[in-house]
């Protein structure tokens, strides 16, 4: 673990899409067409997202995906670089495309996403081997279900294995092993990944405690439950404790998810406390609301430190 105060490394084992955003009404009913508009390319996919979030975030970031060679992936790729993310092990693959999502956003500020994610089903265990130099050398490793189960859990394994900080952002919802759940230091899913996992259905804070409950009962060592609008929640076999939200003028959530579980882990990785760390995500992650897009909405340490200070007063 770094000390306490210094920068902080964390690598992120994570799928890379290329976002296509509109602005639409409403979603579509099943064989129904809506009129969209403002189109938007962003760059996106959970894991880059949260690459790029950790760079904001002043710590040092390695990324270990795949994308396909193509303009998509060409473009996400020059974006990851560009941002200052270590991209070495990043593998490029003929065989599929680049993972792609469609996200139209609602007036409400809500979103719903398709993903194809594509290259990034590409990625092996033994991709994640080949970077384990990489691993041992961070504070923390970040992944998410947006890859094959055996990948992450490869991942998970390889971290835990070095005494690493181990975060399992768990996004999208699918099912997994008691495996993974015992291999992350931190599971955290938002309401709806919750609900998948646990098979309980989550509607308020009593109901997210219950089901985070269930995730303890199989092995899970902590849970932090993204609950949007209203915060966040620990719960780990000391209690639960829930964590106000920060009030922003919401635009786009898309990524709002990322920023947080980035945030988290990097102040973990720093050796913050974990209430301390989770504070923060939150403000991460609803400053992240805040702008159109997923990693152009990747805040700064400053403009968290910002939200915080005011909320503080
Ligand atoms: O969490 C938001 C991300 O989910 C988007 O950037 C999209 O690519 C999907 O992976």
Redesign the pocket.
């Known amino acids: 673990m770094a000390r306490r105060g210094t920068e902080g490394h964390v690598v992120v084992v994570g799928?890379n899409?290329f976002?296509m955003v509109v602005k639409a009404d409403r979603l579509p009913k099943e064989g129904e067409n809506v009129m969209a508009t403002g189109l938007k390319f962003f760059p996106?996919?959970?894991g880059g997202?949260q690459a790029v979030a950790v760079r904001r975030l002043g710590a040092k970031a390695t990324f270990i995906g795949c994308v396909g060679e193509d303009v998509f992936g060409e473009f996400l790729l020059r974006n990851l670089r560009a941002s200052g993310i270590e991209s070495r092990w990043v593998k490029r693959t003929k065989k599929v495309s680049t993972?792609c999502?469609f996200?139209p956003v609602l007036p409400s500020g809500q979103n719903a996403?398709v993903?194809d994610v594509g290259a990034n089903l590409e990625l092996t265990p033994r991709d994640v081997e080949r970077a384990r130099a990489a691993i041992e050398r961070a504070d923390a490793l970040l992944t998410v279900l947006?890859l094959k189960l055996e990948t992450v859990e490869a991942a998970l394994r390889l971290a835990r294995k070095a005494a690493k900080h181990t975060v399992l952002d768990a996004?999208p919802p699918r099912r997994f092993s008691e495996e993974l759940l015992m291999l992350a230091d931190v599971v955290s899913p938002n309401e709806t990944e919750l609900e998948f996992i646990s098979g309980e259905s989550v509607s308020d804070r009593a109901s997210a405690e219950a089901a985070a409950q269930k995730l303890l009962d199989r092995g899970a060592k902590t849970v932090v439950v993204k609950l949007g609008r209203d915060g966040a929640m620990l719960v780990s076999p000391r209690g639960a404790k829930h964590f106000p939200a920060f009030r922003v003028q919401a635009v786009d959530p898309?990524?709002a998810?990322?920023a947080f579980s980035a945030a988290l882990t990097v102040e973990l990785a720093r050796g913050a406390a974990m209430e301390e760390a989770i504070r923060f995500a939150n403000a991460a992650g609803a400053l992240a609301c805040t702008k159109l897009g997923?990693q152009p909405s990747m805040p700064t340490r400053r403009e968290i430190d910002t939200l915080v200070g005011r909320n503080n007063c």
Request: hydrophobic fraction near 30%; charge should be negative.
């Open positions: 799928s899409n976002d996106g996919g959970k997202n993972g999502a996200i996403i993903v947006e996004g898309t990524a998810g990322d997923a």
